[in-house]
Structure formats: structure tokens, C-alpha cells
């Protein structure tokens, strides 16, 4: 090791009692609303891109019972939503 480094790294050296973790705490968002499927535990917020469904839609895929209802729509998350879509996209690919 030669000394020149020592030089370097002084200037890196931080004491680390003086670390800032007051009221710097990124608090993230969490999500409001649950998924509406029972057995998924995600969140259905618009900023997580969750979406609604209706009950018969609902019902189609993953069958009556295993989700709540709000206001006569299920409210599920994102990836749920991706499920769904994935059981229903006869529309656009029963061309092929
Ligand atoms: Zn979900």
C-alpha cells in the first residue's frame, strides 16, 4: 500500500454518528384501497394501476365468492387486472 492514498480518503471518510435519519424518511405511499380478490394481497389504487371490474367479470375468472364488491364493482389490482385480461382477451386475438 503506498501512503498517497491516505490523502484520498479523508475526504470520503463521513463519521457515521452524524448520520441524518430525523424527518428525512421517504415514506412511500402505500395503497388505500385492497385488491378485491381474497387470495391477493395487492392494492388496487389508480396510481398502482389497479382497476375495477364488475362482478360477472369477476365471477368469470376467478369465480363467486373470492372477492369483495364495492359499490357493485370489484376493485382489483394491477396484477389482477392482468389476470383477468389475460381470461378475456377472446375479443382481440380469436382472429388468429
Ligand atoms: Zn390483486
Redesign the pocket.
Known sequence: MSRRTNRVQRKVRVPSSKRKKANTTKVEKPGEIP???SS?????DKHKGGRSLSQENAIDTWGEGTFSVRKNRVR??????K?WKKDNKDDTSSHY
Do not use: E, L, Q, T
Not at 391477493?40 to 388496487?44: E, L, N, Q, S, Y
Not at 382489483?76 to 387486472?81: A, D, E, F, L, R
Open positions: 385488491c378485491g380478490i391477493c394481497d395487492g392494492f388496487a382489483v389490482c394491477k396484477g389482477c387486472y389476470a
